[in-house]
């Protein structure tokens, strides 16, 4: 077997010897042939003015044409290059609904059997909606930790009327918290681990994050937030990985002692200091809560 390989070895050398003194042989014939066939084309259009012409601005247009893509293709480089180094790895526009299925599906792989923090304004098209992004999420994760505007705060007032839509009132923006809340007591009645937060300044960041990705959307006033772009960001080792910073933004808020606890089971205000030793309690607006309801 080793002797048979040796020939084989041998041959394949010898074989391409000869190719290559092959096309050494050739080349002079080649070359005499290619050359003569060119000086008669030429012979043939090198007075001819127009044809000249039209080659020329071609050739032009081609060259354009070249700088201009490879211009662009810098720029574009340049562009990924920036959404790497800041984490960025992808972006959701709301009009399309071939990216909404593409970030669900990837909220749904990252979230499941993990542990999920949140930052809202009712949750109701988030997590209550059926169809909403985190509905399964939420009930297959490990552990939630999630922020909603307080329904009797200013916050919710303020949020409501500034968007510009018959639909949305001040009343129907606490009527879905209100059911948020009560979506959550059942995933808590399921001994799911699910801990609540209610803040009362206007929502700033809807924010999102599962496992290593950040999926972010800005409440912008006047604007409705699902009409607004979703940005994804990934977590990296780069330093100027934004994952991080959001991620600390979200345990910034969630320690803030301003910010109560809503405890699920007793419909109580839990109140903190920042070693996270409870301070005191107060019963949720029962009164102006059930009108709500």
């Known amino acids: 077997m080793q ?12 074989a391409v010897v000869v ?47 070249l700088l201009n893509a490879l211009v662009k293709g810098l720029k574009s480089r340049k562009l990924l290059k920036m959404t790497e180094e800041a984490g960025l790895h992808a972006m959701g526009r709301s009009g399309r609904r071939i990216d909404r299925t593409r970030l669900k599906k990837l909220k749904e792989k990252n979230g499941v059997g993990r542990n999920i923090m949140l ?86 960041l809807k924010l999102a994050i599962l496992g290593d990705y950040v999926f972010l959307r800005h409440y912008h006033p006047g604007v409705d937030v699902q009409q607004l772009p979703e940005y994804v960001f990934r977590h990296g080792r780069n330093p100027g990985c934004l994952y991080n910073p959001f991620y600390q933004y979200f345990l910034d808020r969630w320690h803030d002692v301003e910010v109560p606890e809503y405890d699920l089971e007793t419909d109580e205000l839990v109140y903190r200091d920042k070693s996270g030793n409870e301070v005191r309690r107060e019963k949720f607006g029962s009164q102006e809560t059930a009108q709500v309801a």
Not at 3 to 14: D, E
Not at 22 to 44: N, Y
Request: hydrophobic residues 50%; aromatic residues 8%.
């Open 3 to 14: 002797f048979l390989k040796s020939i084989s070895h041998i041959l394949y050398h010898i």
């Open 19 to 65: 190719m290559s003194a092959a096309v050494a042989l050739s080349l002079p014939f080649t070359v005499r042939f290619i050359a003569e066939k060119f000086l008669k084309f030429w012979g043939l259009i090198e007075n001819e003015k127009i044809f000249l012409v039209s080659i020329e601005i071609a050739s032009a247009v081609l060259l354009i044409l």
């Open 119 to 204: 930052i809202g304004s009712t949750g109701h098209t988030t997590f209550v909606d059926s169809g909403g992004d985190l509905h399964q999420v939420l009930q297959r994760c490990r552990e939630a930790k999630i922020m909603l505007l307080d329904p009797l705060g200013d916050g919710a007032v303020s949020r409501a009327r500034s968007i510009q839509s018959p639909d949305i009132n001040a009343e129907n923006f606490r009527r879905q918290i209100v059911g948020s809340i009560e979506f959550l007591k059942g995933l808590k009645a399921l001994q799911k681990d699910i801990r609540l937060k209610l803040y009362r300044d206007v929502p700033f």
